[in-house]
């Protein structure tokens, strides 16, 4: 994994689109490009007119590189300290704050003590990787102030073909035990599994068993994302999971191109999220992020019937 450094403006800034995820109203980004290589992360298509991939003569699409910025604890420091208006800032949106080239410079530990060492912040935690435990003194200091997630994507049983579209984040089985183990500490937990993909994560049993894990870890709120086809997630995801021997998950993940396949599958993700938390938790904890533009205007009409939990992302 090359790694790159690429110098960033802000260290804490606002995030209109992650407030109407109901995510968080500010952001702290450490980087350009995780160094966990996911196939199905959309960072590549957010950012690809930054400059920083022209200069560097990169593509923001490839999975081979991480562009991190070691100096970000300094700006935040600064933001935590200068901006009037504070609140639920994210940490991180577009890359990982405990990525293996963040953990080099202590990155996560650092910006998450520098937003919690200022009143009136609170912090959302999101890693997919179990090196944040090593954290958990800072997190112990200001357990009202902070909210835990890791990024669960598959129940364990999933972890080999995981692996080949998250090939450097931690297996999903030692996120799971992270996430319970912040629980057992008294911390303030929340569950993020996005995406859950077609043919690997979709099935009614691998939700039965996420959404346990949320109900056992008493979720304050659980996140739930179909798969984005942003730029070229859908190509990459592809042919990662090809070249690894899982042909019928290709397969299948390949047919979500045609609107009318992915609108089926979205409708369905929604239908078995929801069924299943009624029936292990809370509904009223649900937050399926969705975008709609895909949906035909038939599951639209089907969705809209019992929407709870649905938060609709459309431009509107």
Known sequence: MEEYHWPLRNGITRTRGFEKKRLAQFAVNCGLKCGHGCTYCSTGAVLRRHKAFKELGLSPFE???????????????????????????????LVDAWSPEAQKYDLGRRCLEAILSQPGWTARILTKNVAVAKDFDVIDKYKSRVLFGMSITAAPDKNMTMAAVEPHASPNSER?????????RGFRTYAMFCPLLPEISDWSQQIDELMGIA?????EEIFVE??????????LTCDALWNNGYLNEAVVLASLKDKQVWSEYARELILKVQQSVRRRYDISRL??????????PADTVRIKKDDIGVIWLDRK
């Open 176 to 184: 799971i035990s992270v996430l319970r183990e912040a629980h057992s």
């Open 287 to 296: 937050r399926f992020l969705l975008y709609p533009s895909r949906l035909t």
């Open 226 to 235: 179909p798969v984005n086809l942003r730029g070229r997630a859908l190509p």
């Open 215 to 219: 109900a056992e870890c008493e979720a």
């Open 63 to 93: 999975n081979s590189y991480a562009i991190v910025d070691p100096d970000t604890p300094v700006r935040v420091a600064r933001d935590a300290a200068s901006k009037h208006e504070r609140g639920l800032v994210e940490l991180c949106t």
